[in-house]
Every structure is written in structure tokens, then in C-alpha cells.
Nanobody
Framework: QLQLVESGGGLVQPGGSLRLSCAASGFSLDYHAIAWFRQAPGKGREGISCISASDGETYYVDSVKGRFTISRDNAKNTVYLQMNSLKPEDTAVYYC???????????????????WGQGTQVTVSS
């Protein structure tokens, strides 16, 4: 069974940090671009970061650039999202997603990603 499982969410104070993990089972992430999305209450799902499989190139949307870092450990079949300097507006359910056949990041259109995790809640509040 092909599966992505996120972990690492929780409650953190503004300015704090969390590291999210996205572990794959049933398939190798070596050949898939991986993206992180988030969905805040009442809002649509937005892509925030992506890492390519082919060259490890990373991409970030402006709202998280300089604060979040995406990385991958192919030996552990896991992708991470290190989140620093968290803000209340970062509160959302965070999802990881893997492309079906592309090694490269090519945007955040939902149809590009064939595999999705169940999501992990991140709440930033004092």
C-alpha cells in the first residue's frame, strides 16, 4: 500500500519552531518531487514548498521563505519541513504530497500530486 504519513505537528508559541516529517511506505521517494501544502480553516489548500528528486532543488513561497526549510533523506525515505519563527498565520493542517511521475517541482497545482498524507495540525498561539 502506497502511503505518506506526516508527523511532528503540535502547539507552539509565536517565534517557536517545529519540524514536520513525511515518511513514505510502499514506494521510494527517490524519484518523486515532494511538496508541502497547508490548509487553514476556511481557506483552500496552498502549496508552500517543494523539493525536486532529480537535483534536490528547493522552492518556497514568499510567505515562508527564510523561515522554513525543506529537506529529504532518501535513505530514510522521508522528507522534512523545518519551520522556524512561526507566526499565528502559519496555523493550518499541513500535508505532504508526492508527484506521480515527475522528478521535478512544477508548481503547486493539486492534480500534479498523486500521493497525499493525512495531514498534521500545526497551531501557533500564545
Amino acid at each position: 500500500q502506497l502511503q505518506l504519513v506526516e508527523s511532528g505537528g503540535g502547539l507552539v508559541q509565536p517565534g517557536g519552531s517545529l519540524r514536520l516529517s513525511c515518511a513514505a511506505s510502499g514506494f521510494s521517494l527517490d524519484y518523486h518531487a515532494i511538496a508541502w501544502f497547508r490548509q487553514a480553516p476556511g481557506k483552500g489548500r496552498e502549496g508552500i514548498s517543494c523539493i525536486s528528486a532529480s537535483d534536490g532543488e528547493t522552492y518556497y513561497v514568499d510567505s515562508v521563505k527564510g523561515r522554513f526549510t525543506i529537506s529529504r533523506d532518501n535513505a530514510k525515505n522521508t522528507v522534512y519541513l523545518q519551520m522556524n519563527s512561526l507566526k499565528p498565520e502559519d496555523t493550518a493542517v499541513y500535508y505532504c504530497a508526492a508527484t506521480g511521475t515527475s522528478n521535478y517541482c512544477s508548481g503547486y497545482e493539486l492534480y500534479v500530486y498523486d500521493y497525499w498524507g493525512q495531514g498534521t495540525q500545526v497551531t501557533v498561539s500564545s
